[in-house]
């Protein structure tokens, strides 16, 4: 399974803003920190703003910052609210026209599967992914991060 970009860029979005509570931060600021596209980030801030998971504040000066405590943010929740949906494979699909859909045990298998990956998501919020207070998110620089070559 993979989550899509939107809910990676979520993510980050709000373990940005959990370790920034003292202030409002700008769509451009985490954009920088994250080199990720403002307009994915725009985007991103929309989403969360009309789901409730963050305040913003148009204008000069205006920013973003979290709605609740982060103990309060659970992970299952923030990726049921993002991903579009969770069709692991076709015949999970609303409009699957699968014939084995009433004998195949693969679909039970990936049911289950989904199941455990979102209680485990459950089990967690955003305070799990914040680092202690005080301290701020370590974000490496591009130089940091190594390039992988491909072996021939």
């Known amino acids: 399974m993979r989550l899509t970009t939107m809910t990676d860029y979520a993510l980050r979005l709000l373990i940005y803003l959990g370790s920034h509570p003292e202030r409002l931060c700008t769509t451009a600021e985490v954009a920088s920190a994250y080199q990720i596209s403002e307009a994915h980030m725009t985007k991103i801030t929309h989403q969360l703003g009309l789901g409730g998971w963050i305040h913003t504040v148009r204008g000069k000066g205006g920013g973003m910052r979290l709605a609740h405590d982060p103990a309060d943010i659970n992970l299952g929740a923030l990726v049921r609210a993002v991903e579009p949906d969770f069709h692991l494979v076709?015949?999970?699909?609303?409009?699957?026209?699968?014939?084995?859909?009433?004998?195949?045990?693969?679909?039970?298998?990936?049911?289950?599967?989904?199941a455990a990956f979102l209680s485990e998501l459950d089990q967690h919020t955003l305070a799990d992914l914040l680092p202690p207070p005080g301290r701020k998110l370590p974000l490496r620089s591009p130089s940091d991060i190594p390039i992988r070559t491909a072996k021939a």
Do not use: H, M, N, Y
Not at 90 to 114: M, P, V, Y
């Open 90 to 114: 076709e015949c999970l699909g609303d409009d699957s026209d699968c014939r084995l859909t009433q004998r195949c045990r693969l679909t039970k298998i990936f049911t289950g599967a989904l």
